[in-house]
């Protein structure tokens, strides 16, 4: 089975940093996503990690530890249009199907 | 080039009804994944299709069908409607089967139903 965790709500300042973290415990593993989502609207792609590590995308980073289980997404500088909610998402192995978790709601305040 | 397209954008049906929802695919792209959103559940796999054909299934009772066309846009069934189908409806499309980074989601179908 799939079991992704995340917090279900964060509250940072305009101009901080935020750390959403994930955990999962997957019956497999091929690659952690993070997406963006704004009240009413598609998910839009973020982040993806298949190795151990940290990928820098300009203020997004998100980082990946496979043998913990975890991952986290740092948005940094942040902005009053970063309030959204952010999805982590698992992919299997065997047929790439995406698990994701219940998303993490960030509100920016000023 | 176009998004992916999602109709209609809301829908509200009574119980017992079934709906058939709409997704139009990114010019190119033969894969279409549907998902159900609601809140404190996040995205919940329904199905995969790629090429007409069903690849994946999620752990949905059979009241949830769905099918792909020639063109790959795909359409999704729900039959005898309960009021835990309402929910936003996602649709995502990639060029093939595992190339999650260039899958884009459409907006959504927000099924409510009464």
């Known amino acids: 089975g799939q079991n992704i965790d995340q917090p279900t709500e964060m509250t940072a300042t305009e101009g901080a940093i935020v750390q959403i973290n994930c955990t999962y415990q997957?019956?497999?593993?091929?690659?952690l996503f993070w997406y963006q989502q704004h009240a009413g609207e598609a998910p839009t792609f973020l982040s993806y990690?298949?190795?151990?590590g940290l990928e820098e995308k300009g203020r997004f980073s998100s980082f990946l530890s496979r043998s913990k289980g975890y991952s986290y997404l740092l948005l940094k500088e942040l902005q009053m249009k970063d309030s959204a909610s952010y999805l982590c998402a698992v992919r299997d192995p065997n047929d790439y199907k995406l698990s994701f978790g219940a998303g993490t709601t960030v509100t920016v305040r000023a | 080039k176009a998004g992916v397209t999602q109709t209609p954008r809301y829908l509200i049906k009574t119980r017992g009804q079934q709906v058939t929802l709409s997704c139009s695919p990114i010019?190119?792209?033969?894969?279409v994944s549907w998902y159900q959103q609601t809140p404190g559940q996040g995205l919940q796999f329904l199905f995969e299709?790629?090429?007409?054909?069903?690849?994946n299934k999620g752990n949905f009772p059979g009241r949830f069908s769905g099918r792909q066309f020639s063109n790959s846009r795909s359409e999704m069934n729900v039959s005898t409607l309960e009021l835990g189908d309402s929910a936003l409806y996602l649709c995502?499309?990639?060029?093939?089967?595992?190339?999650?980074?260039?899958?884009?989601f459409g907006q959504g179908t927000r099924l409510t139903v009464v």
């Open positions: 010019s190119g792209h033969r894969s």
């Open positions: 299709y790629f090429s007409e054909t069903q690849r």
């Open positions: 990690n298949v190795l151990d």
């Open positions: 997957t019956s497999g593993f091929n690659g």
């Open positions: 995502a499309s990639s060029p093939a089967p595992g190339d999650n980074t260039e899958a884009f």
